[in-house]
């Protein structure tokens, strides 16, 4: 496989985390934090609240990422994963006011050995 189909924007994927967890009781609350820190030990990076954001390679990566992540969300949770080809992210338009705030990454932070 060259360098150049590895590279290719079409097939290294972002994977967003999107969800929405009742907060109303302690257990919900506690469930809550367990898939927060799930989330955040499989690398992802919070953009917003409720909204983490993680560079794969492949879908097929992410893809396993998001099974292992599913025995994880809180029974009374919505949560939905969206794939977007880095092409796609690198198209996304922001706008921010003019108080300072956290800006999405630029880039991944993967390292790639080969």
Known sequence: MTVSRMRNGWRIVWCLAVYDCPMTE???RRD???FRKKLLQENFLQLQYSLY???Y???AQAN???ERLRSNI???ASVAFFFVTD???AMTEEFYGTKKTKQKPDEYEQIDLF
């Open 26 to 28: 302690r257990e919900e």
């Open 53 to 55: 954001v993680k560079h």
């Open 57 to 59: 390679p492949t879908y």
């Open 64 to 66: 396993a990422v998001i």
């Open 87 to 89: 092409k796609q992210w």
């Open 32 to 34: 809550y934090t367990l």
């Open 74 to 76: 809180p029974a009374g």
